[in-house]
């Protein structure tokens, strides 16, 4: 099959206004660079088109119809839909942003350059046999976004469950005892400021992107060398046990490291190390994935574009805690619900 360079094949522009643009009550998506697609009131453009992510936590999105976007984020249009799928060019792309992500420059904020657009060789069979991938993919997806209602109707039983033996911070109706991140944590560091030198092997350098709905993802993760992860571990060390909290990009969102492997942490991830004696690290992971906690977490969250939740601010998330056993006992359940739960989805 013969592949084409991109540029040849559509056009390619980027929004124009700043990230603080957005309205929560607009009536048509704004586009930036966050995964998130914000609000806005008024419209720049009406097309069918590929939004790819100039900067930050790198993505693509599909859209058809009215909307605005921020002034880093890339608008791809084809030229003759007779010639490429919109929807073909889509799917491209969600395989070529992992390219994108390798490629990207830049310190703390990584980003793309246009070339790094227009360069791309897409495969282009003719505009029957790409309609026929579309189906197929779009077939795909629609078994992945049922998978995905399931997992989201088990998070919702999952939070149905904690408010019920726990309540929330706002009424706290069972009294318990409420208390900063800072206070029940040993240690909360994140990863390292500086861009490492990444290697063919070695050990695994996690990023956000690494963590796919609250799972695992290490399909494209990046490597360091032993010899840099000793001199990175020395200020922050994850281990199985501790919890991931997401500080760059998508804020607030907390992962329990449940594998016993060793790597490494980016920036945009902070490492929480809690005190165990009086916190359960799943039930901590469920609480600071609460509603009420994730409120928090956004409140402390600067910046639109480049969101960033600073360790400072992290510290003041408040948090209950109950006595221990009650935590285990929560954990215990939450255990044993996704089995029965998904036998009965099947």
Known sequence: MRKVSLGSLVNIRTGKLDANASDPEG?????????????????????????????????????????????????????????????YLYYFMQLYVSKLRQMSIGGVIKYIKLNYLTDAKIPLPNI??????????????????????????????????????????????????????????????????????YTQKGIPFISVNN????????????????????????????????????????????????????????????VLKYDKNIMDGIFLTHMLNSHFCYAQSQKYTRGIANRDLVLSQMKKIKVLVPPLERQKKFVSIVEKVPSRILCNVR
């Open 27 to 87: 009536k048509y998506p704004f586009f930036t660079c966050s995964r998130e697609t914000l609000k806005i009131d008024t419209y720049s453009y009406d097309c069918e088109c590929v939004l790819v992510a100039g900067n930050g936590d790198l993505n693509v999105k599909y859209y058809n119809g009215k909307f605005d976007a921020y002034q880093r984020t890339y608008i791809i249009e084809s030229i003759d839909k007779n010639i490429l799928n919109v929807k």
């Open 128 to 197: 029957e046999k790409q309609n026929k991938i579309v189906k197929v993919l779009e077939k795909a997806q629609e078994l992945i976004d049922k998978r995905k209602a399931q997992i989201k109707a088990l998070d919702q039983l999952t939070k149905s469950l904690f408010l019920e033996m726990f309540g929330d911070l706002k009424n706290n109706r069972y009294n318990w005892p409420i208390a900063e991140l800072g206070d029940v944590c040993i240690s909360i560091k994140d990863g390292p400021h500086v861009s490492p030198k």
């Open 211 to 270: 963590i796919i709905n609250n799972k695992w993802d290490f399909t494209n993760v990046k490597y360091i060398s032993e010899t840099d992860y000793e001199i990175f571990a020395k200020r922050c060390k994850p281990e199985k046990g501790d919890i991931l909290y997401t500080k760059g990009g998508t804020t607030g969102f907390a992962k329990y490291i449940d594998i016993d492997i060793k790597f490494m942490n980016w920036v945009h991830l902070a």
